[in-house]
C-alpha cells in the first residue's frame, strides 16, 4: 500500500522558515515523482514543486522560485521541503503527493495535482503577520 506522511507545520512568523517533510512508503522510492502542493483556505490547491527521486531532477513554479527548495534523501525514502522568507499568504495546508514515473509530470509547463495519483494527509502551515 503506497502511503505518504507529510509533517512539519507548525506555526512561524512572516520572515521566517520552515521545512517539511515527506516520508513515503509502500513503493520503489527511487521510480517516482513527489509533488508539494498547497491549498489555502477558499482557494484551489495548488502545486509548488516536484522532484524525481530517480534522478534528482525538479521543477519549480513562479510560486516557488527564490524562496523555496525541494530536495530528497532515498536512504530515508523522505522529501523535504525547505521554506524561507514566509510570508501571510503562504498559509495553507500542504501536502505531498506521489506518481510512478521517473520524471516531474508537467502540464502547461507546471505542477499539476491531477497528475498525481497518491497524496499524503498534509500539514498546516500559519505564518504570522
Known amino acids: 500500500e503506497v502511503q505518504l506522511q507529510a509533517s512539519g507545520g507548525g506555526l512561524v512568523q512572516a520572515g521566517g522558515s520552515r521545512r517539511l517533510s515527506c516520508v513515503e512508503s509502500g513503493f520503489t522510492f527511487h521510480e517516482a515523482a513527489i509533488g508539494w502542493f498547497r491549498q489555502a483556505p477558499g482557494e484551489e490547491r495548488e502545486g509548488i514543486l516536484c522532484?524525481?527521486?530517480?534522478?534528482?531532477?525538479?521543477l519549480y513554479t513562479d510560486s516557488a522560485k527564490d524562496r523555496f527548495t525541494i530536495s530528497s534523501d532515498n536512504a530515508k525514502n523522505t522529501v523535504y521541503l525547505q521554506m524561507n522568507s514566509l510570508k501571510p499568504e503562504d498559509t495553507a495546508v500542504y501536502y505531498c503527493?506521489?506518481?510512478?514515473?521517473?520524471?516531474?509530470?508537467?502540464?502547461?509547463?507546471?505542477?499539476?495535482?491531477?497528475?498525481?495519483?497518491?497524496w499524503g494527509q498534509g500539514t498546516l502551515v500559519t505564518v504570522s503577520s
Open positions: 522532484i524525481s527521486s530517480t534522478d534528482g531532477t525538479t
Open positions: 503527493a506521489a506518481v510512478l514515473m521517473d520524471f516531474c509530470p508537467v502540464e502547461e509547463g507546471t505542477v499539476v495535482a491531477g497528475l498525481y495519483d497518491y
